[in-house]
């Protein structure tokens, strides 16, 4: 059973930062393509972020710039520090992974397998 368990959401002011870490069970980050999703209300959920199993890194044009994803293989967690926070940033923020893959195919949600129930990142005018 594979499990992804995501924390570091909160409430912040525009311009702020959050780190939103991802845990895994069942689950080795460093050899698969994983990423990081976001879903606000009444809007379909988009990716963020990705990085493959080579450490080669991709990124929405929405945040480029702006947030880094990272992973801890020596902890086998997840990461995604997000800088310069602006108020359409809110949403749920999701980790995602692939199962068997190294290589990332797109950003689609599809294309991942496994989930964590999200973490809530609000940014305030």
């Known amino acids: 059973l594979v499990q992804l368990v995501e924390s570091g959401g909160g409430s912040v002011q525009a311009g702020g930062s959050l780190r939103l870490s991802c845990a895994a069970s069942?689950?080795?980050?460093?050899?698969?393509?994983v990423g990081w999703f976001r879903q606000a209300p009444g809007k379909e959920r988009e990716g963020v972020a990705r990085?493959?199993?080579?450490?080669?890194?991709a990124y929405a044009d929405s945040v480029e710039g702006r947030f880094t994803i990272s992973k801890d293989n020596a902890k086998n967690s997840l990461y995604l520090q997000m800088n310069s926070l602006k108020p359409e940033d809110t949403a749920m923020y999701y980790c995602?992974?692939?199962?068997?893959?190294?290589?990332?195919?797109?950003?689609?949600?599809?294309?991942?397998?496994?989930w964590g129930q999200g973490t809530q990142v609000t940014v305030s005018s």
């Open positions: 069942g689950y080795t980050f460093s050899p698969y393509c």
């Open positions: 990085i493959n199993g080579g450490g080669n890194t």
């Open positions: 995602a992974a692939r199962r068997g893959y190294t290589w990332c195919s797109g950003d689609l949600p599809a294309a991942f397998d496994y």
